[in-house]
């Protein structure tokens, strides 16, 4: 009987090692999170410490039963915590029951009354006196709540609290519709944020060409400036103001004549007037020509060989009834319109003569190159010293209409001054050529001097 009790003993505390063990075991894979200090358990805390916030109705679900989630396991927490209060008893009560058995089988010499003095210090007083039946039911105990925590475990087991964007679709607890919405909703996210990557990567592109298009403006329109101001100085440190200067042409080459930079828009009327001064023979040659693409004598004033002046429109002629070549400074203005091709020549302030049909109805055309000295066989080019200008000349002004008999009056007496609207006599847009120069001229100073 003894060695039967002393193998029950041994039984259980066998099952009760084993259980207490079991207990260390499955009760150790419940820490499973690290929760920041002052945080509430019930909150979800990504790898960084962070809040997970949501602004979805799927993120607001997903977030909802993840907390349902941590409220049940705080509940089956605080019900294994009971347990294993239970657990750490019940092993209390067998190391006793072991004690007890060892005394029994080392003291067999004690009596009945020991016996029972032991059997009064047993708490147990819910166990049966039968140790067999003892040692099945606490087994069966042992069994039933290894069970429980291991089918709470496989439950309840939460998956990493890494809760960054590829370990969200793997929660395991989460049902399948969730994960696809979370799933589809990620793969939107994402779409989203490569399209403004791409989207902020082009502005940035268009910005640098736009900066540099400015820059390069901006120098260019610096440098323009810069060039301006030259020419400016330049002309300061020549002439008194920009427009009292003449161009000499003291040669009948066809290499000597002067440029103006402007060219002419379309125009359907014009005047011309400037001061010539020549003496050449025979004829005084060519003050001035305009020529365009496909039309080189779109505006000519010549006088060469035994010829009178001669207006030339679009290779049209007409004859001036002008005389300049007495070495004189002479005021010329030349006024034409396309209705009807009239035309009027001025000389010193007074209309010479008039007349029409100088190719009527046909306007001038823009986008051509005047020349100063010399008449163009192509545009810009191909001279012929025979036709060339020899003397000097300023005042060079041209307007896209016909100006009144009153206003070439002031102009040639001097009592006016009023440039042209579409090209205006000034130093800047006056380039020389092959010995042609430039020299300070205050003309009607001049011409009251030669008077």
């Not at 960084?48 to 109705?57: A, C, F, H, I, K």
């Not at 409220?71 to 190391?95: D, F, H, P, R």
């Not at 140790?131 to 475990?153: A, C, H, V």
């Not at 034409?336 to 009527?360: H, K, V």
Request: aromatic share 6%; charged share 20%.
């Amino acid at each position: 009987m003894s060695g039967m009790l002393v193998l029950a003993i041994g039984l259980l505390h066998l099952v009760g090692g084993s259980a207490a063990q079991s207990q260390d075991a499955t009760g150790s894979r419940f820490v499973c999170n690290a929760i920041p200090p002052g945080a509430e358990p019930g909150c979800g805390y990504g790898s960084t410490g962070n809040r997970v916030q949501s602004s979805t109705p799927v993120e607001d679900e997903l977030r909802n039963t993840i907390i349902q989630l941590r409220e049940t396991i705080l509940q089956q927490k605080e019900t294994i915590v009971s347990q294993q209060g239970t657990i750490k008893e019940l092993n209390s009560k067998l190391a006793r029951c072991e004690a007890a058995a060892d005394e029994s089988t080392q003291g067999k010499s004690r009596g009945q009354g020991s016996r029972r003095k032991e059997y009064g210090k047993n708490t147990m007083g819910d166990l049966p006196r039968d140790p067999g039946e003892t040692i099945d039911q606490l087994g069966k105990t042992m069994q039933s709540l290894k069970g429980r925590l291991e089918n709470l475990e496989q439950s309840l087991r939460l998956p990493s609290t890494n809760l960054s964007a590829a370990g969200v679709s793997a929660l395991a607890p989460l049902p399948p519709e969730l994960r696809e919405l979370l799933r589809q909703r990620l793969g939107a996210l994402e779409t989203q944020l490569l399209r403004k990557v791409a989207e902020l990567e082009e502005e940035k592109s268009q910005l640098y060409n736009e900066t540099a298009a400015h820059r390069q403006r901006t120098e260019s329109a610096l440098n323009s400036l810069l060039e301006r101001i030259t020419e400016l100085e330049k002309s300061n440190n020549a002439f008194k103001s920009p427009e009292d200067f003449k161009v000499s042409l003291p040669l009948r080459t066809n290499y000597l004549y002067g440029r103006i930079k402007k060219s002419l828009p379309e125009m359907y009327a014009f005047t011309v007037c400037m001061w010539l001064k020549s003496s050449a023979s025979p004829g005084i040659g060519t003050p001035f020509s305009y020529g365009v693409p496909g039309q080189a004598n779109e505006i000519v004033l010549i006088e060469w060989g035994n010829n009178p002046i001669e207006l030339l429109v679009n290779d049209k002629v007409a004859q001036l009834p002008l005389s300049i070549s007495d070495g004189r400074w002479h005021h010329i203005c030349i006024t034409w319109t396309t209705r009807d091709g009239f035309w009027e020549a001025y000389q010193d302030g007074e209309r010479l003569g008039t007349g029409d049909n100088l190719a009527p109805w046909h306007p001038i055309k823009p986008g051509g190159v005047i020349i100063l000295g010399q008449e163009q066989d192509i545009v810009g080019g191909r001279f012929d010293a025979t036709q060339a200008f020899v003397g000097e000349l300023s005042q060079f002004n041209i307007w896209d209409r016909v100006l009144r008999p009153v206003d070439i009056m002031g102009l040639a007496n001097c009592s006016a001054y009023m440039p042209g609207n579409v090209v205006p006599w000034i130093d800047a847009n006056v380039e020389v050529f092959g010995g042609a120069s430039k020299a300070a001229l205050e003309i009607c100073e001049d011409r009251a001097f030669d008077s």
